[in-house]
Structures are given as C-alpha cells and as structure tokens.
C-alpha cells in the first residue's frame, strides 16, 4: 500500500457496515433470533434487492447476469487495466448468523464507496455478489453463481435436484429471475432448457482480473485462540460428499425377534460412529468428517426402519489426505452393511479438489498487515468459498476476521464492529496495494501477479 493511498483506509465506516448487517438481518428474520435466507427465494430477492440499492448508493454500476451474480462496476482512470475483482454472497443456510458472506459483502460495498469517493484506482473495481454460495436448499455443492462465471461443469444431477418442498433448483432459478425482473416463471420443462441457457450465458471473462480478493468471518475457532486480529486464508479444504442409502427391512417392531431384523437405522447409526472414528484418525492432517443428514422411513415408532438416507461431508485442503480417508470410510461402511445384511448404495456427490490461494496475492495482504501493524496468522480453511472457485481460473485471496468462540451457522454467530471495520480497512488496503504495481503480464501465471 502507497502512501498516496494510506489514508484511505481510514475513512472506511465502520457503523455503516454495521447497521447495513442489521438491517439486512430482518430479511428472513427466524424466531430463533437468526437468519433463514435461502438461495433463489422470495427472501433471497428482497435481500438482493436491498444490496443492489447499497452497490448503486457507493458508485457501482451494477448488472445481474443470467444467474443471479450481480456484478458492480466502478470505471478506473485506466479502462484497459486489469480489473481487480472483490465480494462474496448474501444467501444463508437455515436459522444462520448475520455474519457469514454477509460481512465480506458488505465490506466490498464500503471499500468501493470510499474509492469512488477519492477518485477511483487506476484500474477498474468489479464487486460481485455471487449467487447461491450456500448449498443449503438443494444439497449440492456450494457456490453455484461461482462455479457458473467460472466456467465449471454444472451437471445434469445438480439441475435436477429439489429442496424439501419438492422444487427444481432450475425452475428456482426461473422464479428468480420472474422475482427480480418480472420475467414469466416457467415450467419444469422449459425451466430446464432455460437454465442451460442462462449458465451459457453467465461466464465471466476471468483473463481480463489481475486479481480477486474475498473477506470473510473464519467460522471457525484458531484466530480467537490463537490471540490473532486476522487471517491470511493459503487454501480453501475441498469436501467429498456421499450419498449412501440403506435398504434394509421393514417390519413390526414388536413381533420381529431380534436376532432376524435388519435394522437400516441401526445399521446407519454404526456408520454415523465409524465416520466420526475415522476422520479422528485422519485429524492431524486436518481431515473432518460429518455425518449431516439423515432421513429413516416409514420414521414411525412401531415399525423397524427399512430404508435410510445418509449424507456425508469429508473435507481437507490435503487432497491425499482426504481421499485416503474416503476410501478408508467407504471401506467400513461396505463392510458393515455386509455384517448386518443391509443392502447399500453408495454415490459421490461431490468430489473437489483444494485450492491453494496465489503467493502473490497473499504476499500483498501481508505487505499491508504489516504496514497496518497487524500480527496476522497465515492460515487454511476449513470451508468452502466463492474464492476458491476464482482461484482455479483467476489470482485470488482471502482474508479473515475471527468468529467469537469459532460458532458460525447458528444465530449465536458473531464478529465485531472493531474486527470488522479492520478486516474492511485490511481488504481496501490490498486493493490498493494490487492497483498501485504494474504487472508485465498479469495473466503469466494464475498463482502469480
């Protein structure tokens, strides 16, 4: 960061990101005190409605792609520069914090208004709200508004996939764009070629950034613990999700002798405490393992289980790490629907890749902790985000602020005004840092700058 930039970051306002947390907050308000702001619904509208009025409000000309993302543009002196590139999402998971993508969005917000404000960067300022990071209503993988600028394969199973109230992520996404556009809301029929159509049209020309920078809360406990103000995110821990259902056989509970029974639900319940032994085992090369969903039918009292569906996340930025641990997984599950003659089948998901973040970017954001005097912590993550996917296409980085007691996904989730207004001052700091070098070739390399 230059001098002639330096006093920039002072003029970020702190008390406006915050009372903008507060008031995007009461869309999708829950009893429980939290968040319910799911991916393409009315709620997810009006949120994104209310940003939309903020991007404009700090300069940004803001356009929404075939998808959702919505891109704010903020010209810079030099319009052939390459664009520097910054935001995150707004959509939650079910009764969540306030926090979440929210903080790095809103940031990005503030960063472009102070440098409208001062005249703009040399180079042109992109701010994006991406869409559906969550995976939270259809159960796919996370960000779907990143994957599609970024060209990834979004595949035929993805489409196709329903939330609880049975409807089609891709009729989801006509009826949101019918929401926000008042464009006619299709049929599942033509919803499906719609949506083809719509992600063709949604790419994102990544060669034209030199560099993308995401904030975000850690939504995890090591910055708090170990005493840190912010973290320097090195890689993003990629998931590998399974399906596994259980076939086993329904009958009465009270006639059926014990040892003739096959229990789907006990059967799973066995393979719930083997995931979690396993990915223990796998602990010290941060390995995690969860078991997060289960349905049991007919799920009354009287009748033994006959089928179960299981839904099982493991994740590491140790791509051999993870995989070893998969098969290790696989290997006991298999073997206790064998002991227990449950019938069982097995599908993947999801199977990512980690991502290691660009030396260059994050060399920058250290530069600028340094000149701010923060003691930052270099540091993976252990969840998935927007910039992990631009990072496979584009230069990028990721700066955190701690999660107080490391809660995230829960209406208790919180960070500070004081580690919020930094975390923004850190991120406008680094935008400036990227745009005041001048690259020879700023795509020679994706890990480079």
């Given at each position: 960061m230059t001098d002639h930039?330096?006093?920039?970051?002072?003029?970020?306002?702190?008390?406006?990101?915050?009372?903008?947390?507060?008031?995007?907050s009461e869309i999708g308000r829950t009893p429980q005190g939290g968040v319910t702001r799911l991916a393409f619904t009315r709620e997810d509208a009006a949120g994104r409605a209310r940003l939309r009025e903020w991007m404009s409000a700090a300069g940004l000309q803001v356009q929404r792609d075939a998808v959702g993302n919505l891109i704010g543009v903020l010209r810079g002196k030099n319009p052939d520069a390459p664009i520097l590139a910054c935001g995150s999402h707004i959509d939650t998971v079910v009764n969540a914090g306030k926090y979440d993508g929210i903080v790095g969005m809103l940031c990005a917000v503030e960063c472009a208004r102070v440098i409208q404000a001062n005249g703009g960067l040399n180079a042109p300022l992109h701010v994006?709200?991406?869409?559906?990071?969550?995976?939270?209503?259809?159960?796919?993988?996370?960000?779907?508004?990143?994957?599609?600028?970024?060209?990834?394969?979004?595949?035929?199973?993805?489409?196709?996939?329903?939330?609880?109230?049975?409807?089609?992520?891709?009729?989801?996404?006509?009826?949101?764009?019918?929401?926000?556009?008042?464009?006619?809301?299709?049929?599942?029929?033509?919803?499906?070629?719609?949506?083809?159509?719509?992600?063709?049209?949604?790419?994102?020309?990544?060669?034209?950034?030199?560099?993308?920078?995401?904030?975000?809360?850690?939504?995890?406990?090591?910055?708090?613990?170990?005493?840190?103000?912010?973290?320097?995110?090195?890689?993003?821990?990629?998931?590998?999700?399974?399906?596994?259902?259980?076939?086993?056989?329904?009958?009465?509970?009270?006639?059926?002798?014990?040892p003739l029974r096959h229990?789907?639900?006990?059967?799973?319940?066995?393979?719930?405490?083997?995931?979690?032994?396993?990915?223990?085992?796998f602990a010290a090369q941060r390995v995690v393992g969860t078991v997060g969903m289960i349905q049991a039918e007919p799920n009354v009292m009287n009748s033994i289980p006959g089928r179960v569906e299981l839904r099982v996340d493991i994740r590491s930025?140790?791509?051999?790490?993870?995989?070893?641990?998969?098969?290790?997984?696989?290997?006991?599950?298999?073997?206790?629907?064998?002991?227990r003659g449950i019938g069982m089948e097995l599908e993947t998901l999801t199977d990512e890749t980690p991502?290691?973040?660009?030396?260059?970017?994050?060399?920058?954001?250290?530069?600028?902790?340094?000149?701010?005097?923060?003691?930052?912590?270099?540091?993976?993550?252990?969840?998935?985000?927007?910039?992990?996917?631009?990072?496979?296409?584009?230069?990028?980085?990721?700066?955190?602020?701690?999660?107080?007691?490391?809660?995230?996904?829960?209406?208790?989730e919180f960070s500070t005004p004081t580690e919020i207004t930094r975390g923004a001052r850190v991120l406008l700091g680094a935008l400036a840092a990227l745009d005041s070098t001048n690259p020879k070739d700023p795509r020679a390399d994706s890990r480079t700058i």
């Open positions: 930039y330096a006093h920039w970051t002072k003029q970020i306002d702190g008390a406006r990101i915050a009372h903008q947390i507060e008031q995007l994006i709200n991406f869409a559906m990071e969550e995976s939270a209503r259809f159960g796919a993988g996370y960000g779907f508004g990143s994957r599609v600028m970024t060209g990834a394969e979004i595949s035929k199973q993805e489409l196709f996939a329903r939330d609880r109230s049975k409807v089609l992520l891709a009729r989801a996404l006509q009826e949101l764009k019918g929401w926000e556009t008042g464009a006619k809301i299709a049929t599942e029929r033509t919803a499906l070629a719609a949506a083809h159509k719509d992600i063709d049209a949604s790419r994102y020309d990544w060669t034209r950034v030199r560099a993308f920078l995401e904030l975000h809360i850690e939504q995890g406990p090591v910055l708090e613990r170990a005493g840190k103000p912010l973290g320097i995110v090195t890689a993003v821990a990629a998931p590998t999700r399974l399906q596994i259902i259980l076939n086993g056989e329904q009958n009465h509970s009270g006639t059926t002798p014990m229990d789907a639900l006990a059967a799973a319940a066995e393979m719930i405490l083997a995931v979690e032994r396993l990915a223990n085992e930025a140790d791509a051999d790490a993870k995989r070893a641990c998969v098969q290790s997984i696989t290997r006991a599950l298999e073997w206790i629907a064998s002991k991502i290691a973040f660009s030396d260059a970017v994050i060399q920058s954001i250290e530069r600028v902790c340094a000149a701010q005097n923060l003691d930052a912590l270099k540091m993976p993550s252990g969840a998935g985000h927007d910039a992990a996917h631009v990072a496979r296409v584009a230069p990028a980085g990721m700066i955190f602020i701690p999660s107080r007691g490391g809660i995230s996904h829960d209406p208790r």
